[in-house]
């Protein structure tokens, strides 16, 4: 039976406890298979059978674990509760009577208030506590229900112990600060979802499609697959297609990160929430909104928490204990020194939400702020992974070469000129070798093979004029011949251009160029052999510095592996001093990297995810190469590079490294902080006012840490 999958938007989660409360109530849903809780995306997808878990269960779920779903834009909107009314009144309460009673137990602390605090009656003092700390106090209350332990349960017990030995003033500023402690966290929250939000305000909200030769205006909901969208100058390109008219300089950096512009014109594929400027366009549309580049952009950073590294399945674990742990120690402060304020600031200054938040915090800053630069990453598994690896795979074509091949050698035969000269098309060139690339480009004019292309765009860097040629005719796999002038011009393999000839080729020339792992196209004139052009795929400029700096950041071994033959490894791999295996099957790239894995090595494959997808899918890390628009390459890899530039590769590395340094640096923070605040609230030299204020402050702290991967060079 087929799995159906529903995403909700949930609101209210300010932590990651949030999100564990919210999964924990949709699974208890009849027919759900699993759930996954989003805090940066506030939203829930939720897998489940057919029929099963409607949006009516799904809203009361969410209710009842004290969060809601939004409606929905053909739903009327839900009455608000009486509860939700009166959290803004109740907000502007605790915080004037918070800030006066702060006031005055400061005061009294120093001797000034003392007649003041004293003279407050007790119910007075009882109706200021509740107001204050009413929404923790409520959802304190539904979780006990639930046999649920949360972060304000360590506080609400504090703020009964304050009351239990008659400190009002004080129960109440410490329900002051749990109403402060829940601003500090929604703000952390905010801040870290904030990545995610900037992504998705520049995703299009319209587009202007032609029907009939009008041009209607209409929201990009409505755009369907093969419409015609037009974009005017400085407009945002709205869908992914093809353009079929018209020409546009397109900023791709909301894709690709490249802040350079790059031309279009017919038959350029273009991207969703690019920008078109000096020009404009018809588009077809080949995706539209969620399934376009920039929809799976979003949604693979929404998602990126899913992926959750050691480090947090460890702090995860550790919140889980931490709370029964803390109880214990309040339970022996009061057994062993018989002191209830100590006992209530033990209970008050514990910082659970600390340790949740230390790594997701940190891995969406990065994870955002990678996105922004066309670097996505799938999560904060392979962010932790990434500083352990020890060995790099590295596929050749189109990964550290461009990808086509490009005309490296002219190689005429000697006695050929008088031949050239009798033909017009080369007459006017007195450069035997520009000669023979005039007629290989005449007879490759509409040849779709790949050396063809290369041969076009060689000419066109020489001016090369063509004209009509006739009787083409293709040999697959083999060459092509043409009519031109009266002449018959032949170009393909050495095998090709024997059979024409009847003679055996062979040039001095032809050994050196075979060992440089260049591809040879023979050419002849009526059955006359008359020279050679050689193509070969160029390396990317940036691959050798790019190789070093990945060296210099730890990982010494590196190994090319390719499906091309032994001398064009071998001649690459030298350049770059790395090791090489050649003539490779896309299985046999699996069982390298299987047997590296075996031996206990951590691998990152780096490939351009489509050929090398199973091998990138088995790596512990598959970074897939320019991958913009390639469904396939972000599916199988685990971190995506929209953008062909090798010096992304150490720059991925560098993220990786300073996030893990991060998140082990508030891990550190919080442990230490805690373990002091608890060891000075249970000696009695922390009251519980400061207890209070002080458990907001690793919020704080984790933030600004986290905040500096935003920020990352």
């Not at 001797?111 to 004293?118: P, S």
């Not at 407050?120 to 509740?130: A, E, F, K, R, Y």
């Not at 790395?578 to 951590?602: C, F, H, M, N, W």
Request: charged share 20%; glycine share 8%; hydrophobic share 45%.
């Amino acid at each position: 039976m087929a799995v159906h999958k529903t995403e909700v938007p949930i609101q209210g989660m300010d932590c990651m406890e949030c999100t564990r409360h919210v999964q924990q109530a949709l699974a208890q849903i009849p027919g759900v298979e699993s759930v996954e809780v989003y805090l940066a995306a506030e939203k829930a997808i939720i897998q489940h059978k057919p029929g099963s878990a409607d949006l009516t269960a799904i809203r009361k779920a969410v209710a009842e674990a004290g969060y809601s779903v939004p409606p929905t834009d053909n739903q009327d909107p839900q009455p608000q509760s009486p509860t939700n009314l009166a959290k803004p009144i109740l907000t502007l309460l605790a915080i004037l009577f918070g800030a006066i009673l702060f006031v005055l137990v400061v005061g009294e602390g120093l001797g000034v208030f003392a007649q003041i605090t004293a003279s407050i009656p007790w119910p007075i003092s009882l109706v200021v506590v509740i107001l204050i700390g009413y929404p923790a106090f409520y959802n304190v209350i539904k979780a006990t229900l639930k046999r649920q332990i949360i972060s304000h349960t360590l506080m609400s017990l504090g703020v009964i112990a304050a009351i239990a030995v008659g400190e009002w003033a004080t129960a109440a500023v410490v329900a002051f600060f749990m109403r402060i402690g829940d601003y500090v966290e929604h703000f952390t929250a905010e801040q870290a979802r904030q990545a995610v939000k900037d992504l998705g305000e520049l995703a299009p909200q319209t587009a202007r499609l032609e029907e009939k030769g009008i041009e209607i205006e209409v929201p990009i909901e409505q755009v369907q697959v093969s419409d015609i969208v037009v974009i005017r100058p400085g407009e945002q390109i709205p869908v992914d297609g093809e353009v079929i008219a018209g020409h546009a300089v397109i900023d791709q950096s909301a894709i690709t990160g490249e802040s350079i512009p790059v031309e279009a014109g017919p038959g350029t594929h273009v991207f969703a929430a690019t920008i078109a400027s000096q020009g404009s366009m018809r588009v077809r549309a080949s995706r539209v909104g969620p399934d376009s580049t920039f929809g799976r952009v979003i949604m693979l950073v929404e998602e990126a928490e899913a992926h959750r590294g050691e480090i947090q399945r460890l702090a995860d674990k550790f919140s889980t204990y931490y709370l029964p742990v803390v109880l214990c120690i309040a339970l022996l402060t009061l057994l062993i020194r018989r002191d209830p304020i100590a006992t209530a600031a033990v209970l008050v200054v514990a910082c659970s939400c600390a340790f949740a938040l230390a790594t997701p915090i940190a891995i969406l800053a990065s994870v955002g702020a990678g996105a922004k630069r066309g670097l996505l990453i799938k999560g904060g598994k392979y962010l932790e992974i990434l500083p352990k690896a020890d060995i790099l795979l590295i596929d050749k074509t189109g990964t550290l070469t461009i990808g086509k091949p490009y005309i490296t050698d002219i190689l005429p035969v000697k006695d050929r000129q008088g031949i050239f000269d009798s033909l017009p098309i080369t007459a006017g060139y007195e450069n035997p070798q520009v000669q023979l690339l005039a007629l290989a480009a005449q007879a490759e004019r509409y040849s779709e093979h790949p050396l063809a292309e290369a041969v076009r765009y060689e000419a066109a860097r020489h001016n090369i004029a063509f004209v009509d040629i006739d009787n083409f005719k293709s040999v697959p796999g083999e060459g092509i011949s043409v009519k031109l002038d009266g002449y018959t011009i032949s170009l393909g393999n050495q095998k090709f251009i024997e059979q024409i000839t009847g003679i055996i080729l062979g040039m001095d020339e032809l050994d050196a160029l075979r060992n440089q792992g260049k591809s040879l196209l023979y050419i002849a004139i009526n059955k006359e052999f008359c020279g050679i052009l050689a193509a070969k795929d160029k390396l990317r400029e940036e691959v050798p510095q790019a190789i070093q700096s990945i060296r210099h950041l730890g990982i010494q071994d590196i190994e090319l592996l390719t499906g091309d033959n032994q001398a064009s490894a071998a001649e690459l791999a030298e350049k770059l001093g790395i090791t090489y295996r050649a003539e490779l099957l896309p299985e046999d790239k699996i069982s390298i990297v299987r047997d590296y894995q075996a031996g206990g090595r951590k691998v990152i494959m780096v490939g351009d995810g489509v050929n090398d997808a199973p091998a990138l899918a088995q790596a512990d890390v598959g970074i897939a190469m320019g991958a913009a628009g390639h469904n396939i390459a972000m599916e199988a890899a685990h971190i995506v590079l929209m953008n062909e530039d090798w010096q992304l590769i150490p720059e991925i590395l560098q993220i990786a490294q300073r996030t893990t340094r991060v998140i082990k640096g508030n891990i550190a923070f919080t442990l230490v902080y805690n373990f002091i605040g608890l060891s000075l609230a249970a000696l009695g030299f922390l009251p519980p006012i400061l207890a209070a204020a002080a458990q907001s402050i690793p919020d704080l702290a984790i933030l600004v840490n986290s905040s500096r991967l935003l920020r990352q060079k």
